[in-house]
Structures are given as structure tokens and as C-alpha cells.
């Protein structure tokens, strides 16, 4: 089992940048993918960004090249760069991690783009 701790959210203008961290409660070499997802009011939970142990990252469509996902083993973190933040952007992002057959959640952290 493992719990996940998400901060860095809040608000921002459009363009602007904020990063979202994650921390886990065990070592995160022991967890086999760690991702972020997010989910906009009245829309379902999707997945923004997922890194697997060797390091492949993946990338939903809508952020690619905006977005970058970063896994610290010392500390245990996953961290989501985010960058020309659009107002689509708004929702509460959540940190997951797959463990076995087994999915964990974090609280989320709400993201707002506005100007």
C-alpha cells in the first residue's frame, strides 16, 4: 500500500506555469508507474502524463510539448512540469501510482487557468 501527497496546484494565468509534486510514503522504486491524471468539471478522469521505471514517459495529445513528467527516487516524488498553461488546462489533477494489480490515488490538487 502506499499513500500519495499532491501540492503545487492553484492559479495561474493563462501562459504561466506551475508544477505539481507528488510524494509517495514508500520507496518509489518499488512502484512500477507513477502518472497524473485530471478531471474538468462534468468530465470524466483522464490521463494526462505517466512515467514507467525505465523512464518512457507518455503524453496525452493535449499536452505534449507543454508538459513534462519527472520521477525523483531520492525523494520518493513525481513531479509535473507544466508549462503555456491554457484555460482548458482547469481541473483537479490527481497522482496515481500502479503498484502490481493495484492503482493508489493522492487527495488532487486543483489547477485553475484564468485571467
Known amino acids: 500500500q502506499v499513500q500519495l501527497v499532491e501540492s503545487g496546484g492553484g492559479l495561474v494565468q493563462p501562459g504561466g506555469s506551475l508544477t505539481l509534486s507528488c510524494v509517495a510514503s514508500?520507496?518509489?522504486?518499488?512502484?512500477?508507474?507513477m502518472a497524473w491524471y485530471r478531471q474538468a468539471p462534468g468530465k470524466q478522469r483522464e490521463l494526462v502524463a505517466d512515467?514507467?521505471?525505465?523512464?518512457?514517459?507518455t503524453y496525452a495529445d493535449s499536452v505534449k510539448g507543454r508538459f513534462a513528467i519527472f520521477r525523483d527516487y531520492e525523494k520518493n516524488t513525481v513531479q509535473l512540469q507544466m508549462n503555456s498553461l491554457k484555460p482548458e488546462d482547469t481541473a483537479v489533477y490527481y497522482c496515481?501510482?500502479?503498484?502490481?494489480?493495484?492503482?493508489?490515488w493522492g487527495q488532487g490538487t486543483q489547477v485553475t487557468v484564468s485571467s
Open positions: 512515467i514507467r521505471g525505465t523512464g518512457t514517459a
Open positions: 514508500r520507496s518509489s522504486s518499488s512502484i512500477a508507474a
Open positions: 496515481n501510482a500502479h503498484i502490481g494489480i493495484w492503482d493508489y
